[in-house]
Structure formats: structure tokens, C-alpha cells
């Protein structure tokens, strides 16, 4: 059974930083894309970043490019957002998810599994 686990949410002041975990299991997690996405109550879930499964390609929405960094540690099954120089229309519900094949790594319905998400709140 493929687990998606996300944590590191909160709540934080604009300009502040927050780091995103996203721990899978069940799943050969080194032959993954894995991606973040985010999603605000009545509006489409929107793409974030991708690592690939090598860890050495990386795409960005770019809205976040130069703020948020994406990385992956395949010996701990873990991706990682470090999200800095937050903004208020950063707040959202972030989710993990994994992909086997990257090549419309910004459509949601390419992913085969999803985390639950973590709250993430920037207050002006």
C-alpha cells in the first residue's frame, strides 16, 4: 500500500520560511517524479514542483520560481519544499505526489499517488 505522508505546515508571517516533508512508503520511491502541488479552497489544485527521479532535473510554477527549492533524499523516501520569502497567496493545502512518467508533470491527473496535504497559512 503506496503512503504519501506530508508535514512541516503551519502558520507563518510573510516574508518567513516553512520546509515541507513528504515521507512515501510502499512504492520504489528512487524510480519517481515526485511533485508539490497546492490547492486553495474553489480554485483547481496548481502545480508547484517537480523533482525528478535522479534528483538532478527540477521544474517550477513561476509564481514560486527563486523562492521555493525542491529536493528529494532517496535512502530516507523523502522530497522536500523549502519554501522561503512567503506571501499571502502562498497560503494553501500542499500536496505531495508521485509520478512515473514526467512529461506533463504539471497536470494533477498524471500523478499515480497523493499525499492528504498540509495547511500552509501566510499571514500579512
Known amino acids: 500500500q503506496v503512503q504519501l505522508v506530508e508535514s512541516g505546515g503551519g502558520t507563518v508571517q510573510a516574508g518567513g520560511s516553512l520546509r515541507l516533508s513528504c515521507a512515501a512508503s510502499?512504492?520504489?520511491?528512487?524510480?519517481?517524479?515526485m511533485g508539490w502541488f497546492r490547492q486553495v479552497p474553489g480554485k483547481e489544485r496548481e502545480f508547484v514542483a517537480l523533482?525528478?527521479?535522479?534528483?538532478?532535473?527540477?521544474a517550477y510554477a513561476h509564481s514560486v520560481k527563486g523562492r521555493f527549492t525542491i529536493s528529494r533524499d532517496n535512502a530516507k523516501n523523502t522530497v522536500y519544499l523549502q519554501m522561503n520569502t512567503l506571501k499571502p497567496e502562498d497560503t494553501a493545502i500542499y500536496y505531495c505526489?508521485?509520478?512515473?512518467?514526467?512529461?506533463?508533470?504539471?497536470?494533477?491527473?498524471?500523478?499515480?499517488?497523493w499525499g492528504k496535504g498540509t495547511l500552509v497559512t501566510v499571514s500579512s
Open positions: 505526489a508521485a509520478i512515473s512518467d514526467g512529461t506533463f508533470y504539471y497536470r494533477p491527473n498524471e500523478y499515480a499517488y
Open positions: 523533482i525528478r527521479w535522479g534528483g538532478g532535473d527540477t
Open positions: 510502499g512504492l520504489t520511491f528512487s524510480t519517481y517524479g
